[in-house]
């Protein structure tokens, strides 16, 4: 008896780190993970190690849990009076199946405390590696915060990787936004805490051209001047904005513009500013009917070496991929076909007219919405489609032209909420 009371007052014998590594390894989802990294002190160290991370989420791959959900955005246009401008009436975001958020934690205030308020009448503008820029309505309304008669835009930057939101100073809107489409944004990623946005619009009083303006956190707590980044009439460009959200790479800010004939890439690199601009490949209106394809869209490869077109063909259903170098060996910095992805839709159901309504980049998939309102997410990698039953889901983006996706970087969100080594 007293053997036995001795046998258990003792400690269990720890478990060899190999064994352990493969317990932790085979926990199947991140929230899972989290828990276990939370539950002692080595099983933190073990988690947050960057070879761990590797392992669970390889470099240069899709993964699918990366997507948490989408927001709603529905693009109307509120002329005059309070919370005029592109924001919502009610919270836009909605859980993604399958989302670690859970179906108990629908929102994102889960990953961001600190934007507690902000949050409920947000609009996503863009995203870059865990940051996220919305415009809200501040407490006291649109007009808080501004003179009298000074229209502004409120604007902040969430980080669902340390939790951080920063609010930007207010932004005078004026000649500056919303015209003809002509608003377009960005925010990159210059560091652990440290980032960059970038907004462009278009002045039609005096100069007629797109202007861009700045701000960067550790600097100075104001807005740029408005500075050139390009004249329609210099280029024959002079269609609107179709892809207002940028996409980043390697410090390259990528937005997508049509000129009512062909679409083109705007490349502004964040830290210089050069601007250049270059035409996609396919597809164009005069070389096919509209009604068979979707506006094309483009995004970053999983590894960051590239900048891809993706295009939704209608008949038959499919997704077409370009993509664009730094000047390598084989496409340089031309574009070349990399492939075509047959899309299956379940049970071989006959899908009208499919539109898609956002790429999710970090998870590969598309969201795509047909004729009669039904929703699927595409999975990029296999051409597998799946129908989104869930009522909650399909109310909360009903009615919406295009979504946002909100996806995360679970490596890096590991690294900074464990505290490890930042080089994953």
Not at 185 to 206: D, H, M, R
Request: hydrophobic share 40%; glycine share 10%.
């Amino acid at each position: 008896m007293v053997r036995d009371q001795k046998a258990m007052a003792s400690p269990p014998a720890a478990l060899p780190e190999d064994v352990a590594l493969e317990i932790l390894a085979r926990v199947p989802d991140a929230a899972g993970l989290f828990r276990c990294a939370a539950a002692c002190r080595r099983w933190r160290t073990l988690v947050a190690d960057p070879s761990f991370l590797r392992r669970r989420w390889p470099d240069g791959t899709r993964h699918p849990s990366s997507l948490l959900g989408f927001f709603g955005q529905e693009w109307c246009r509120r002329p005059g009076g309070e919370g005029h401008g592109d924001v919502p009436d009610s919270p836009g975001f909605v859980r993604a199946p399958g989302s670690v958020l859970g179906s108990e934690r629908p929102f994102l205030g889960s990953f961001v405390p600190g934007a507690a308020g902000i949050f409920d009448r947000a609009v996503p503008l863009a995203s870059h590696r865990g940051l996220l820029l919305v415009r809200f309505v501040p407490a006291g309304g649109a007009g808080a915060g501004a003179e009298p008669g000074v229209d502004v835009d409120h604007l902040a930057v969430c980080n669902l990787h340390s939790g951080a939101c920063d609010v930007l100073p207010p932004l005078e809107r004026g000649w500056f936004f919303d015209y003809a489409d002509a608003s377009a944004y960005a925010v990159v990623n210059q560091g652990p805490t440290s980032f960059k946005v970038l907004i462009v619009g278009y002045n039609n009083e005096g100069s007629h051209q797109y202007d861009l303006r700045t701000f960067s956190s550790g600097g100075e707590p104001s807005w740029s001047a408005p500075s050139k980044l390009f004249s329609p009439m210099e280029h024959g460009i002079f269609g609107p904005l179709k892809q207002r959200g940028a996409v980043v790479r390697h410090g390259t800010v990528h937005w997508l513009i049509w000129d009512l004939v062909d679409f083109h890439a705007i490349d502004v690199d964040a830290v210089t500013g050069r601007v250049s601009l270059q035409k996609l490949p396919a597809p164009r209106p005069r070389d096919m009917e509209y009604h068979l394809y979707d506006t094309p869209r483009i995004s970053v490869a999983a590894d960051e070496t590239a900048l891809s077109s993706l295009c939704l063909f209608r008949e038959p259903l499919r997704v077409e991929t370009w993509t664009r170098g730094d000047g390598g060996e084989e496409c340089g910095r031309d574009w070349c076909r990399a492939g075509v992805v047959e899309l299956r839709p379940p049970g071989q159901k006959q899908i009208d007219m499919p539109v898609c309504m956002c790429l999710g980049e970090r998870s590969g998939t598309l969201l795509i919405k047909d004729l009669h309102r039904c929703m699927y997410i595409a999975d990029l990698e296999s051409g597998a489609m799946e129908e989104t039953t869930d009522k909650q889901f399909c109310r909360g983006l009903d009615g919406c032209k295009t979504a946002f996706p909100v996806e995360i970087d679970w490596p890096a969100f590991f690294t900074c909420r464990l505290g490890g080594k930042s080089d994953v």
